[in-house]
């Protein structure tokens, strides 16, 4: 028995010389060139896209998985009430359309000329009616009419007289044509009417939902037939350019990382391939520490979060797989700005 444990203990003996020595030397190496190893997961940004209206979903275009296009169409709302209402605003408008010119092009030349012969009829009434008061006026003495009579002309004289003044004054607004007032007041309800159709036409265009930047269609949230609202996501969008890697950085490395730093990104699906990414974000608090540091062993283990954004043209790295992340310190050339993200940044949020 012995003879069997005394070799055993010398080659445990052996093994663990041999991989300490190997730790060793990698710790070693990894110090002398400069760079600084770190452990992470890929990260992918998504969006809950929803419409920016409210109505019955008819058609969902995409399944799970499919890769869509920056303004390609995802979604449709129902549109037959909107027709509906665009077509009577659009009718409005011819009308409106019409009353605005016919007052700009003021009174016509066979209305004027109506508006003249009106009171030259209205003058002629008014002549027969003097002579029919000077009649009765005359007869009266010898009997031939009555006060009645008299009476009567009069009243007819005063009852035409009135209407030719009416009529003069139909002529003068023929002649001087609509106000001015009117024209803009004709103005205003059209540009009304058309201002109401610019909207119909937005929420028209709110019934189509498009994706916001090139990316995979991650989940289908709700379906043909369910109501939609702007508060109640139809498709989730996963948008995987750019891909990051949160990674942590113990406290005592720090120091020799900075913003825009270049790194290469390795996972164990690709060993002989380095995905090229930076240093995006470095998290100015630590984590996983007491809140107050009180002795230097303490310090030691503080943590910062660090971000490095990775450039995967060919989507090969995916939600969630550990990468291996090692930076080069001694690279003094940091890149002065990171690529732009998509305008679906503003509603997108980091998957936990």
């Given at each position: 028995?012995?003879?069997?444990?005394?070799?055993l203990?010398?080659?445990?003996?052996?093994v663990?010389?041999?991989?300490?020595?190997t730790?060793?030397?990698?710790?070693?190496?990894t110090?002398?060139?400069?760079?600084?190893?770190?452990?992470?997961?890929?990260?992918?940004?998504?969006?809950?896209?929803?419409?920016?209206?409210?109505?019955?979903?008819?058609e969902?275009?995409?399944e799970?998985?499919?890769?869509?296009?920056?303004?390609?169409?995802?979604?449709?709302?129902q549109?037959?009430?909107?027709?509906?209402?665009?077509?009577?605003?659009?009718?409005?408008?011819?009308?409106?359309?019409?009353?605005?010119?016919?007052?700009?092009?003021?009174?016509?030349?066979?209305?004027?000329?109506?508006?003249r012969?009106?009171?030259?009829?209205?003058?002629?009434?008014?002549?027969?009616?003097?002579?029919?008061?000077?009649?009765?006026?005359?007869?009266?003495?010898?009997?031939?009419?009555?006060?009645?009579?008299?009476?009567?002309?009069?009243?007819?004289?005063?009852?035409?007289?009135?209407?030719?003044?009416?009529?003069?004054?139909?002529?003068?607004?023929?002649?001087?044509?609509?106000?001015?007032?009117?024209?803009?007041?004709a103005?205003?309800?059209?540009?009304?009417?058309?201002?109401?159709?610019e909207?119909?036409?937005?929420?028209?265009?709110?019934?189509?939902?498009?994706?916001?930047?090139?990316?995979?269609?991650?989940?289908?949230?709700?379906?043909?037939?369910?109501?939609?609202?702007?508060?109640?996501?139809?498709?989730?969008?996963a948008?995987?350019?750019?891909?990051?890697?949160?990674?942590?950085?113990?406290?005592?490395?720090?120091?020799?990382?900075?913003?825009?730093?270049?790194?290469?990104?390795?996972?164990?699906?690709?060993?002989?391939?380095?995905?090229?990414?930076?240093?995006?974000?470095?998290?100015?608090?630590?984590?996983?520490?007491?809140?107050?540091?009180?002795?230097?062993?303490?310090?030691?283990?503080?943590?910062?979060?660090?971000r490095?954004?990775?450039?995967?043209?060919?989507?090969?790295?995916?939600?969630?797989?550990?990468?291996?992340?090692?930076?080069?310190?001694?690279?003094?050339?940091?890149?002065?700005?990171?690529?732009?993200?998509?305008?679906?940044?503003?509603?997108?949020h980091?998957?936990?």
């Open positions: 028995m012995k003879r069997i444990v005394a070799p203990l010398i080659l445990l003996a052996v663990a010389s041999v991989f300490g020595y730790k060793w030397s990698e710790e070693e190496t110090a002398a060139s400069g760079s600084v190893t770190l452990f992470g997961a890929v990260e992918i940004r998504d969006a809950d896209l929803a419409f920016n209206g409210e109505g019955r979903i008819i969902v275009l995409v799970e998985g499919d890769r869509v296009e920056k303004d390609q169409t995802l979604a449709r709302l549109t037959d009430r909107l027709e509906a209402e665009i077509a009577r605003v659009d009718a409005e408008i011819e009308a409106q359309s019409q009353i605005l010119a016919r007052l700009v092009a003021g009174t016509r030349k066979q209305e004027i000329e109506q508006a012969a009106n009171v030259t009829a209205a003058e002629a009434r008014v002549k027969n009616a003097q002579r029919t008061v000077d009649r009765v006026r005359d007869t009266s003495h010898m009997g031939a009419s009555s006060v009645q009579d008299m009476d009567d002309a009069l009243a007819q004289l005063e009852v035409d007289q009135a209407a030719l003044e009416v009529r003069r004054k139909e002529l003068e607004l023929a002649v001087e044509g609509p106000r001015t007032e009117d024209i803009s007041e103005r205003a309800r059209l540009a009304g009417r058309r201002a109401e159709r909207l119909l036409a937005r929420r028209m265009n709110d019934t189509t939902l498009r994706a916001p930047d090139a990316g995979i269609i991650q989940s289908r949230i709700l379906e043909p037939g369910e109501f939609a609202t702007p508060s109640r996501p139809v498709i989730t969008l948008l995987p350019d750019p891909k990051w890697i949160r990674a942590f950085i113990p406290e005592p490395d720090l120091g020799k990382i900075r913003q825009g730093m270049s790194a290469d990104v390795h996972s164990d699906s690709f060993p002989n391939r380095a995905f090229a990414g930076w240093i995006g974000f470095i998290s100015p608090t630590a984590e996983f520490t007491p809140k107050s540091v009180q002795t230097t062993d303490l310090r030691t283990s503080l943590v910062y979060e660090v490095v954004y990775v450039r995967d043209p060919d989507d090969q790295l995916r939600l969630g797989q550990p990468v291996t992340v090692r930076i080069n310190t001694s690279d003094n050339t940091a890149q002065a700005t990171r690529p732009t993200t998509s305008g679906a940044a503003d509603v997108e980091d998957t936990p």
